[in-house]
Nanobody
């Protein structure tokens, strides 16, 4: 499984950005796909996750602002980020959880910068 992330960029507070994660390889081997982020000097944290059955999980800090969705035909998981605030500034990483457990798959990080 390989994860190809795209999107990100720089916006002013209140703006929107969209991240996409394309799952290449064998998507049936994973149980969930989502996004983590890591801000400078902070630990990596979960932003949003979508399980194979469609249920979702969001960090409290992004609930009501971010929406995770998937396009099965394109094998992508998207993160629509609205009402962005400077605290959302971080490197965002696409993540996939293996169906049988073990080490997660990670995509390359993409920078999101929100200026006030």
């Amino acid at each position: 499984v390989q994860l190809q992330a795209s999107g990100g960029g720089s916006v002013t507070a209140g703006g929107s950005l969209r991240l996409s994660c394309k799952v290449n390889g064998h998507p049936f081997r994973i149980s969930a796909v989502g996004w983590y982020r890591q801000a400078p000097g902070k630990e990596r944290e979960l932003v949003a996750m979508m399980m194979i059955g469609g249920s979702t999980n969001y960090a409290e800090s992004v609930k009501g602002r971010f929406i995770i969705s998937r396009d099965n035909a394109e094998k992508t998981v998207n993160l629509q980020m609205n009402s962005l605030i400077p605290e959302d500034t971080a490197v965002y990483y696409c993540n996939a959880s293996p169906l049988k457990g073990g080490a997660h798959y990670w995509g390359k990080g993409t920078q999101v910068t929100v200026s006030s």
